[in-house]
């Protein structure tokens, strides 16, 4: 096998996965999190 192909099939396969567990929408609630928390005080942006 080339390493193309190779390439190719583990890039389809991480995303499926990545799809499977809805990536973006578990990024988004992680920057969320974050936001909401430097605007509660927690973290300082200075």
Same mark, same amino acid.
Do not use: A, Q, W
């Given at each position: ?9 583990? &890039? @389809? ?9 809805? +990536? ?8 969320? &999190? @974050? ?9 300082? +942006?200075?």
């Amino acid at each position: 096998m080339d390493i193309e192909k190779i390439t190719e099939n583990l &890039y @389809h396969m991480i995303v499926d996965d990545l799809k499977v567990i809805d +990536f973006p929408t578990t990024l988004k609630k992680i920057i969320e &999190y @974050h936001v909401r928390e430097g605007i509660n005080g927690r973290y300082s +942006f200075e």
